[in-house]
Nanobody, 122 residues
Framework: QVQLVESGGGLVQAGGSLRLSCAAS????????MGWFRQAPGKEREFVAA????????YYANSVKGRSTISRDNAKNTGYLRMNSLKPEDTDVYYC???????????????WGQGTQVTVSS
């Protein structure tokens, strides 16, 4: 079992930045991919970014590419998603997720966190 706990969400003005954290526990994470998704009420969950834990290779959705950075700290078993130049349309609940193997942009992750709310005011 893998447990994921997100933190770092909150209210920020448009143009501002946030760094979300996802603390993982329960397993050695070397063979996993950690992903970030977001979801607004009544909408489908949307892929944001992912990182191969072993290599550190990042993957980004076009909607956040160029203004987001995904990273991980092996020693802390924690992943991060830093988002800059935030827009009101970035307002969502953000979830981290984990799966063994290659990244995916769909919901085929095995483990999910509880989510953290990000609200961007205009």
């Amino acid at each position: 079992q893998v447990q994921l706990v997100e933190s770092g969400g909150g209210l920020v003005q448009a143009g501002g930045s946030l760094r979300l954290s996802c603390a993982a526990s329960g397993r050695t994470f070397s063979s996993y991919t950690m992903g970030w998704f977001r979801q607004a009420p009544g909408k489908e969950r949307e892929f944001v970014a992912a990182i191969n834990w072993s290599s550190g290779t990042p993957y980004y959705a076009n909607s956040v590419k160029g203004r987001s950075t995904i990273s991980r700290d092996n020693a802390k078993n924690t992943g991060y998603l830093r988002m800059n130049s935030l827009k009101p349309e970035d307002t969502d609940v953000y979830y981290c997720a984990a799966k063994i193997g290659r990244y995916a942009i769909t919901n085929e992750y095995d483990y999910w966190g509880q989510g953290t709310q990000v609200t961007v005011s205009s």
